[in-house]
């Protein structure tokens, strides 16, 4: 299957019960699952595996169209023999005759069948696959049962797929059955379960044609499918088509933080919606508004009804699979995200009645923040849904959630722009945490447009805080991009206002800013005194998250100018102040800069389990952006370790996040990553073309030591290559920029690989 992903124990499991089959022991096996989990690409997935060691038979039913006997019929049409000739000569008469007058014949009829069953497989081991078993008509599945009590002692194997959401009640005849069979034959069972996260990533990525997929792109797929692989093909196909999905350079880009899901799922769910009662869809109704789980206090009070009748229709709900009951907690949750976002959409003018009594009583429990927010929101009381959506939002990012905070503070945005301009500060407000949240996932764009509106309208209610907030942070995401013109002008104008304000934080972070901008341009004299500037700032008002951080600049600075040992010791150092305050960020980072110091001493196993340290802190805090930088700096270890497979699979990672984020100076590193691998493959050429990307964007950045080491590992490249001139050419190259930036320890490096170049 092109998509089939996973599933590796089920299928060992058919294969096991196959090598049974072979040696003459008849096997049926039930695999049962929701609509769109699986079944049939396990199914399919098993037949290629076994390729032509059996013969495969297969029907699928279709609701609606279920036809007496057409399973079988379908099955064994086209096979000869005089036992098969016989079998479909009965078929073909039992459809004509009425069921009653059937009588004696239907013995003759199933026996005829499994005799022509038994010929198929006198040579090789026959397939039989009932697909969809929960639409076949009575007559089919009382053959099915003889069949299955005829085949003990044959090599046939027999598989049956339903989906247990279809068997509601305990009248219907395949559950009848099975109840039965579980009496008079042992049979295998195989349920088979939505995907997790990772394995819904990998279908993605399959989906789209790439090897990995962004964190933030898998959770807002997962949010919406739940992790059904159907709906997650479906929803994927849809964005591509609409194109808010898209792939550039192999990096997956996401234009919608919320999916709508595609037709044809909401018709495939809202079947099953559908066939309620009256009173069960407005108890679900009502239940989509409440949230994705409650009580059935919330429901009854809501509606004013009795409780007994919420817990009728509840019991109907769970039935069809709508619902699922936690019987330790007494809550109910929907058994697919899908379904609540479907009704919710459904519920029309009555939502705002019910939205407000909601509000008032979880209000008066004492619910969650971003509960009441969501209701008040409903209820069109805009005012209350903007103080908790923005309380909701800080919350959120204080737990390291920015994705989650997004939406909080989108709310908030919108409610306060109802409410006209007397909100106008708490709008700048929710602009500002906004553009945080949204450069911590990596969307710098919608960053920028973020702060850009926070100045602006905290300008125009006198804000000088906000104002010099949206400064410093633009300042940061423009020095990220390596626009240092743009960030020095940012930074000059927060600086300002943050000295007339005395506001401390504010200067002290700014003063980090203009230090790191230093950095990147090589004026390392100035970047520690800016540095040592803002620790000072930093440091009168107790600011511990700012001093980690620009301890572990103050490492990278010293990294570069070939003092290694002191650089780690300003990384632990500023490791250890993070950890004291939970600051994973910037744990994350000072792991990923030590882990660069390492590397650049030739440990690169140490390196490595430095960045497998800040990949796993910068996943704590959120940060796309750090984890990023993991991803591309152990890639290199792995490449020069000569593991290019894995080094590929976390370089692709990394480009796919640098992509979104625009930032061109890691894309270099990325493809530096690549023309190692291609060296360690032989493939000069390509190799040549991605070292000079590489190199043809730091060029334009104007940072220096980066383009030195990229030239260096260039040199290396030819080296491996044997092209012994080339390799003193980029040698040569690199040696005179680490001498003009003061860089004396790479500076000898670099020396003594010029002295072991062979001679001629």
Known sequence: MKHFIDREEELKKLR????????????????????????????????????????????????GVSVPYGAILSMIKGFEGDAVVEALSLLERARKIQREDLGKERDRLFSSVLNALLYIAKDKPAILVFGNMQFMDTDTLQLFRYLVNGIKNAPIMIIGTYAPEELQGEEHPLAMMMAEMAMEVEFTTITLDRFDKQNTGRLIAKTLGVVAVPDYVVDVIFDSTGGNPMFTVEVVKSLMSSGKIEVKEGAVVLAVEEISLPSSIKGMLMERIECMSDEDIRVIKCASLVGNEFYPSIIADALGIKGEEVDDSLYHLVEARILVHDYETGKYRFYHPSFRQIIEESVGEEAKVLHEKIARMLEEKGAEDYVLSYHYFG????????????????????????SIAIQHFLMCVESCKKLGKDYAERLAEAHLYLGIAEEMCGGWKKAIENYEEAIKLGTEVGNDRIVADGYRYLGHIRRERGEWDYAKE???????????????????????????????????????????KGIKEAER????????????????????????????DYHRKGIEIAKGVNEYAEIARGYNNMGEQYKHMGKLEKAIECYDECIESASKAGDIRTKGYGLSNSAECFAKLGNNAEAKSRADRALSIFTLLDEKYVISGVYMVYGIIAGNEGRWEEGEEWFKKALDILQHLGIKYDYAIVMYEFGRFYKKKGDYASAKEKFEKALAIFKEIGSDMYAEIVEKDIRDLPVG
């Open 16 to 63: 096991d019960l196959f090598g049974d089959v072979v040696k003459g022991r008849g096997e049926l096996v039930l695999i049962s699952g929701e609509k769109g989990v699986g079944k049939r690409a396990l199914v399919t997935e098993f037949r290629r595996k076994i390729g032509d060691s059996a013969i495969f038979m297969e029907y699928y039913a279709t609701p």
């Open 379 to 402: 209820a069109q009381d805009y005012e209350k849904a903007s103080e908790y959506s923005c309380r909701a939002g800080k919350k959120a990012l204080s737990l390291n959630s920015p």
């Open 490 to 532: 940012n930074y000059e104008k927060a600086l300002e206002i943050a000295e007339k304000i005395a506001y401390s934080d504010c200067a002290a972070d700014v003063a980090r800013g203009i230090g790191k901008v230093l950095w990147r341009l090589g004026d390392y004299r100035g970047a520690i005194n800016w540095l040592e």
């Open 541 to 568: 008002v107790k600011n511990d998250r700012i001093i980690a951080a620009i301890l572990i600049d103050m490492g990278n600075v010293y990294g570069d100018l070939g003092d290694v040992e002191k650089a780690i």
